[in-house]
T-cell receptor, first 114, second 109 residues
Framework: KAGVTQTPRYLIKTRGQQVTLSCSPI?????VSWYQQTPGQGLQFLFE???????NKGNFPGRFSGRQFSNSRSEMNVSTLELGDSALYLC?????????????FGPGTRLTVT | AQRVTQPEKLLSVFKGAPVELKCNYS??????LFWYVQYSRQRLQLLLR??SRESIKGFTADLNKGETSFHLKKPFAQEEDSAMYYC???????????FGSGTRLLVRP
C-alpha cells in the first residue's frame, strides 16, 4: 500500500495570509490526525477526523481548522498566519483496526511564514 | 494535565554499549504507551507499543505503572540506531497521541 502523502511538501507564506495543507491517508484508513512539530514545542496534536467528523481537538486557536472528505482525504487550514505558525505539519492515518492504535505518519509539510 | 517527559535531549553512547532512553508520563487512567522513531530524512514511524510486549530491532520497553515509566532499552547499541526517539501516550482509547519532546540517540563507532 502507498503510504500517507502530504502536499505540498514546502510552503512559504507571508504573515496575514492563509494556507491549506492536504493529506491523503493510506487506502482503507478512515482516521486522520494532524500534528504541529516545532523545535520549541515538539509534536503537538491539532485535531483528528473520522468519517468526516472531528472527534478530537488540541489546544490551538480557532485560526487552525480542518476537514475530511468522504474519501478520507483531509485538509487543514490556517488563517491569518503568524510567524509562530512556522512549523512542520504532520498528518497521520490509522485504520483503528485491532487492539492497539497505530498511526502512520506522512513526510510532513514544512510551512515557513515570513 | 497529561504529560510525557523525556528528560534527555541527547544520549550519546558507543557501539556495543547498553542504551536506555527514559520516558515518564503523568496520567491516572488507562494509558497506552508507544515509542516512535525518526531516522535521518525518514518519516516518523512506530517502533513498539507496550500492549504488544514485543522486541523490535533489539529494543524493548516495559510499562511500569507504579513509576509511570516506559523506558526504552537495548543491550547493545548499533550505529544504525542513531535517530530521534519519541515516547507517546494514548489516554483511555482516545484518538490522539501526546508526545514527549524526544531524545536524540547518537551511537558512535
Amino acid at each position: 500500500k502507498a503510504g500517507v502523502t502530504q502536499t505540498p511538501r514546502y510552503l512559504i507564506k507571508t504573515r496575514g495570509q492563509q494556507v491549506t495543507l492536504s493529506c491523503s491517508p493510506i487506502s482503507g484508513h478512515r482516521s486522520v490526525s494532524w500534528y504541529q512539530q516545532t523545535p520549541g514545542q515538539g509534536l503537538q496534536f491539532l485535531f483528528e477526523y473520522f468519517s468526516e467528523t472531528q472527534r478530537n481537538k488540541g489546544n490551538f486557536p480557532g485560526r487552525f481548522s480542518g476537514r475530511q472528505f468522504s474519501n478520507s482525504r483531509s485538509e487543514m487550514n490556517v488563517s491569518t498566519l503568524e510567524l509562530g505558525d512556522s512549523a512542520l505539519y504532520l498528518c497521520a492515518s490509522s485504520s483503528l483496526a485491532g487492539v492497539s492504535y497505530e498511526q502512520y505518519f506522512g513526510p510532513g509539510t514544512r510551512l515557513t511564514v515570513t | 494535565a497529561q504529560r510525557v517527559t523525556q528528560p534527555e535531549k541527547l544520549l550519546s553512547v558507543f557501539k556495543g554499549a547498553p542504551v536506555e532512553l527514559k520516558c515518564n508520563y503523568s496520567y491516572s487512567g488507562s494509558p497506552e504507551l508507544f515509542w516512535y522513531v525518526q531516522y535521518s530524512r525518514q518519516r516518523l514511524q512506530l517502533l513498539l507499543r507496550h500492549i504488544s510486549r514485543e522486541s523490535i530491532k533489539g529494543f524493548t520497553a516495559d510499562l511500569n505503572k507504579g513509576e509511570t515509566s516506559f523506558h526504552l532499552k537495548k543491550p547493545f547499541a548499533q550505529e544504525e540506531d542513531s535517530a530521534m526517539y519519541y515516547c507517546a501516550l494514548r489516554m483511555d482509547s482516545s484518538y490522539k497521541l501526546i508526545f514527549g519532546s524526544g531524545t536524540r540517540l547518537l551511537v558512535r563507532p
